[in-house]
Structures are given as structure tokens and as C-alpha cells.
T-cell receptor, first 113, second 112 residues
């Protein structure tokens, strides 16, 4: 049973515009969320995280929003750049219960120059 | 310097064979993991080791056996390979179970 879902397999955005990637989860005990970026033939690279005590975390062009009541998080990239074209995975875990992270199936972002 | 390196990058072999994938991290991390990414791109944890001790052992056939000779290495041995084992296997490490993970570039295993 998939506890973390990314329902959009792909997204295309013009350069300079905002990219919004979405992620939903089912386990209300999750309290730590991460986004990873993955280029072809490489492993995922950590991008940004958020804990459940916050509803927003920002790092440069990347902002993650968390809506606990809706069990939903989103990653905003603004402005989008061609180098942002990659697959983005969200992941979730329950802190301090072990080393178990649950991943979504990824959203492939294409930023069109 | 590669932080998490796994070898080989590609592995093509026959059904029924036994193969190993090696993983090494030079980050000084205490926790290492093996993940399997299947054809649906679903990244699922298989094993987690903390300081050479098994922490997580998900529902994985016992044909898969992880071995951690020291905390910088976590190798994956697979016996009697089956067609369904075809996937990309990722090794990862983190300082502890609550920190973001650093991933290797994956090993693409293809069973003929």
C-alpha cells in the first residue's frame, strides 16, 4: 500500500514561470517530509525538507508547503530554469521510529526554454 | 570525490545466477540503506543498517542478503536471480535515521 503519492507523472513549465509539484500522503503519523531531485542515470539528491511543526520552508528558489489537515505538501520552484528539468520525488517518515522513509513515484519536470 | 559509490553500474545476468552489488560511503555516516526502484519507478526500502546492525528488513525474499563488513560498506548479495529482480538498486547513507539520505547512482540489474 503506497503511503506517499505523486499523482502527476509529468509537468511542463516555461522558463521563468513557477513550477508546482504536489504530493499526498495517507499516514497521519508522518512528521518529516523531504523532496529529492533526480537526473537520469544518477541517484536522487536531497533538495529541501520540512517538519510537521512548520507549514513552509524556503531555500532560494525552492519552497515547500505543508498542509497537515489535507495531508498534502507541495514544492514550488520560482523562477523555473531549464536545469531544473529532472524527476522530483517526495518522501515522508515518522521521526524517531526507525529509519523508514516512504517515497512517492516521482514527477518528471520539464522546463522549456 | 564520490560520497556514495556502488558497483557495478550495470549488471546483466542469467536467471538462476548469484550476484553481488557493492556499496561504499566516505561520508562517515552511521546508517546505510538499500532501495529497489521497480519498473513503475516506485522507490522502496529493502534494508537499513545502523553501525553494522540490521534495523529494517522489509518484506524481501531471503534470496537477498545484505552484508555490512564495516559501517562504510553495505553490500547486497542476491541468490538464484529471478526475472522479477530486474530493477534499479540504490544504495544510500545518512548520519542517522532522521537525516536526509545521500544516494549512489544506482545499479541497473537486468535478468535474461
Amino acid at each position: 500500500d503506497q503511503q506517499v503519492k505523486q499523482n502527476s507523472p509529468s509537468l511542463s513549465v516555461q522558463e521563468g514561470r513557477i513550477s508546482i509539484l504536489n504530493c499526498d500522503y495517507t499516514n497521519s503519523m508522518f512528521d518529516y517530509f523531504l523532496w529529492y531531485k533526480k537526473y537520469p542515470a544518477e541517484g536522487p539528491t536531497f533538495l529541501i525538507s520540512i517538519s510537521s511543526i512548520k507549514d513552509k520552508n524556503e531555500d532560494g528558489r525552492f519552497t515547500v508547503f505543508l498542509n497537515k489537515s489535507a495531508k498534502h505538501l507541495s514544492l514550488h520552484i520560482v523562477p523555473s530554469q531549464p536545469g531544473d528539468s529532472a524527476v522530483y520525488f517526495c518522501a515522508a517518515s515518522e521521526l524517531n521510529t526507525g529509519n523508514q522513509f516512504y517515497f512517492g513515484t516521482g514527477t518528471s519536470l520539464t522546463v522549456i526554454p | 570525490d564520490t560520497a556514495v559509490s556502488q558497483t557495478p553500474k550495470y549488471l546483466v545476468t542469467q536467471m538462476g545466477n548469484d550476484k553481488s552489488i557493492k556499496c561504499e560511503q566516505n561520508l562517515g555516516h552511521d546508517t546505510m540503506y538499500w532501495y529497489k526502484q521497480d519498473s513503475k519507478k516506485f522507490l522502496k526500502i529493502m534494508f537499513s543498517y545502523n553501525n553494522k546492525e540490521l534495523i529494517i528488513n522489509e518484506t524481501v525474499p531471503n534470496r537477498f542478503s545484505p552484508k555490512s563488513p564495516d559501517k562504510a560498506h553495505l553490500n547486497l548479495h542476491i541468490n538464484s536471480l529471478e526475472l522479477g529482480d530486474s530493477a534499479v538498486y540504490f544504495c544510500a547513507s545518512s548520519q542517522d535515521g532522521n537525516q536526509p539520505q545521500h544516494f549512489g547512482d544506482g545499479t541497473r540489474l537486468s535478468i535474461l
